[in-house]
Each structure stands twice: as structure tokens, then as C-alpha cells.
């Protein structure tokens, strides 16, 4: 009996160096109607909070959360929200709130957060966590009845790549990194204490019907795509920018390979001549000539972040576009019935 809970207690210890892959964030309703209510009262402007929980496996909690004050560019606004983060975090803890940090959240427009300022954040927060995810929230989704809202992380394969800050086409292909795998998109479960729960039943009102369903009939979703187009639009113009940034470095790398060809032929004929002559040839090549200087290859990084947002856009735009189709025939049927 003593081995076999011997054994155990080693398989225990053994089992927690190998960290079980994220599978489900479970936030609890409190902390989501926090999220909600604090992106919603500064909306359209942008704003973030900490999320607070517990990593337990392979599911990741979130118990609680706080809002951060609304930060300007000044160190010493700064430096007040590093030390009310602080304060916060140590009145939850003499209170007896869980005070693990595990993320944090933020607010979008239209689902625009795909940036690089998302992926600085991330690498900040992986100094120090283990594992932590982004809860990105988006009101303006929200007022057709949806709710907005996503659990992110960077992968594994991408972090390894932008710790070496290495984005060449050469090492994406070896990595097999595509644009998709920047981020991975975590499932979301709700989860309330048996208390809650009951407390909610006795809250429903009577008619099964709610507002969120009557926002779901709503048949003017003009203003939503027209918005989603216009950054669609502005995401293409983005992309075209960085074609051509990309032509223009091919251009300089085969204009270069054409001088080196050049100047290597004449170094070789010169070597002839010198071998004929018997004198000692010259190397073939010259460091300190500007033609052998490396061309430094652009960063493909944020082409694969605007690739990601207009899969968004697009996957937004044909979801929307859809449901009023839906509506539209339904509409029509009702009045021709």
C-alpha cells in the first residue's frame, strides 16, 4: 500500500512538468457581465482590465476581473497604473478573492485587434505566466444579439518564432508557419455557483421572449457592414503596400545577383590573365565590396497579422450578410402568407 502511494505521489510530481495544452477558458458570469458592462460604458473607445482565476490542467478559470484606468502617454500615469494594478490585486487577496493573474481583456472595434501591440502584450504577460489568454470583447458585434466574445493565445510555434524576431519566407517555410497560426482561438464556457443559478431562475421573467431576441429581428444591418467594408477596404490597401514592399526587395536582391555575376566573371578573367602571367590570382570575393552586403529581407509579420484581420472582416461580412438573407426571406414569406 505505502509503494503503491509512493508511486503515485512520483507519477503526481512528474505529471506537473508536462503542461497539459489549453482547452476551455470557464469564466464565470460575474466576471463576464464586469467585461461587458466596462466596455460597453466607454465604448467606442478602447479599453482593458485584468482577469483574475486560477489555472487548474487543461482549464484555464476566470473568477474575476478588474478595469485599468484609462492610461495616457506619460510615465507617470504609468507607473500610477502599474501601482493601482498592485493595490488591487492586494485588497482582493486580504478579502480572500482570487488574485492569480491569468490575462487580461480588452475592448474592440468590429473585431479590429489583430495588431502587433496584441502580440507585445502577450510575450509581456508569458515573462511572468505560465499560461494566460486575451478575452477580447466587441460592443458593437454585440448590438445585433451577439455576444462577442473571444478567448485568444498565441501559439507555441509563433512565440518560438517571434522570440527570435526571425520572420524570413526562408524560416516560415522550414517552421511551416502560416498566417493562421498566429493565434488560437479557445472555447469560452459559462459557469455560475448553484446559487446564481437559482437566483437567475427567479429573476427570468415570464415571457420567454427577451430583448436579445427582438435585436436578432432588427433588418437594418447597414451601418454594421458598411463600417466592416470600410476596414475590409483599408485592410487591402495595407496588403497592397506591403506587395509592394516586398517587389521592391526582389528587385534590389536580383539587381544585386546581377552585379555579383557581373563583377565575379571579371575578377575570373582577371585571374586568368594573372595565372598566365604568373602571378598569385585574386580571391573571388570581396567583403568590403557594397555588392556582397546582404540585403536584409523584410519582416513578414505584419503581412500575416492583415491577413488575419481580413479573414475576420470577411468572416463577419458573411455571417451578417446571411442572417439578413435569412430575415429578408422570412419577412417575405410572412407577408405573402
Not at 478579502?95 to 485587434?113: A, K
Not at 448553484?194 to 447597414?222: G, N
Not at 555579383?260 to 570581396?286: F, H, I, S, V
Request: one cysteine or more; aromatic letters at 8%; charged letters at 25%.
Amino acid at each position: 500500500m505505502a509503494n503503491t502511494m509512493a508511486k503515485s505521489f512520483l507519477q503526481a510530481v512528474s505529471s506537473e512538468d508536462v503542461a497539459s495544452p489549453l482547452r476551455v477558458v470557464q469564466m464565470e458570469g460575474l466576471a463576464i457581465l464586469k467585461i461587458i458592462k466596462h466596455c460597453k460604458e466607454f465604448s467606442p473607445a478602447l479599453v482593458t482590465g485584468q482577469l483574475l482565476g486560477l489555472d487548474v490542467g487543461s482549464v484555464l478559470e476566470v473568477t474575476n476581473c478588474f478595469p485599468f484606468p484609462i492610461r495616457e502617454e506619460d510615465e507617470q500615469i504609468e507607473a500610477d497604473g502599474a501601482n493601482y494594478q498592485l493595490e488591487m490585486m492586494r485588497c482582493l487577496r486580504e478579502v480572500n478573492v482570487d488574485n492569480n493573474t491569468v490575462g487580461w481583456y480588452q475592448s474592440t472595434l468590429l473585431g479590429s485587434f489583430q495588431t502587433v501591440e496584441l502580440i507585445e502584450t502577450f510575450m509581456n504577460y508569458q515573462e511572468n505566466i505560465r499560461r494566460c489568454v486575451c478575452i477580447v470583447y466587441d460592443p458593437s458585434r454585440s448590438n445585433l444579439g451577439v455576444l462577442a466574445l473571444k478567448a485568444l493565445k498565441l501559439t507555441d510555434s509563433f512565440m518560438d518564432l517571434y522570440r527570435k524576431n526571425n520572420f524570413t519566407g526562408e524560416k516560415l517555410r522550414e517552421k511551416k508557419l502560416s498566417w493562421v497560426d498566429v493565434f488560437e482561438e479557445i472555447p469560452i464556457k459559462v459557469s455560475n455557483s448553484a446559487l446564481i443559478s437559482a437566483f437567475m431562475t427567479e429573476l427570468e421573467p415570464e415571457s420567454p421572449v427577451t430583448q436579445c431576441d427582438y435585436d436578432r429581428l432588427k433588418l437594418s444591418t447597414a451601418p454594421y457592414m458598411e463600417r466592416n467594408l470600410e476596414f475590409l477596404i483599408e485592410c487591402m490597401e495595407d496588403v497592397n503596400s506591403e506587395q509592394n514592399k516586398f517587389q521592391y526587395y526582389y528587385r534590389n536582391l536580383s539587381r544585386q545577383q546581377a552585379q555579383q555575376q557581373a563583377w565575379l566573371q571579371k575578377r575570373r578573367t582577371e585571374n586568368m590573365a594573372r595565372k598566365a602571367a604568373g602571378e598569385e590570382p585574386l580571391p573571388e570575393e570581396d567583403p568590403s565590396n557594397p555588392i556582397f552586403k546582404p540585403i536584409p529581407e523584410p519582416s513578414r509579420l505584419d503581412s500575416y497579422l492583415i491577413t488575419n484581420q481580413i479573414a475576420n472582416y470577411c468572416n463577419q461580412i458573411n455571417g451578417v450578410a446571411g442572417q439578413s438573407f435569412n430575415k429578408l426571406f422570412l419577412m417575405k414569406a410572412l407577408q405573402d402568407n
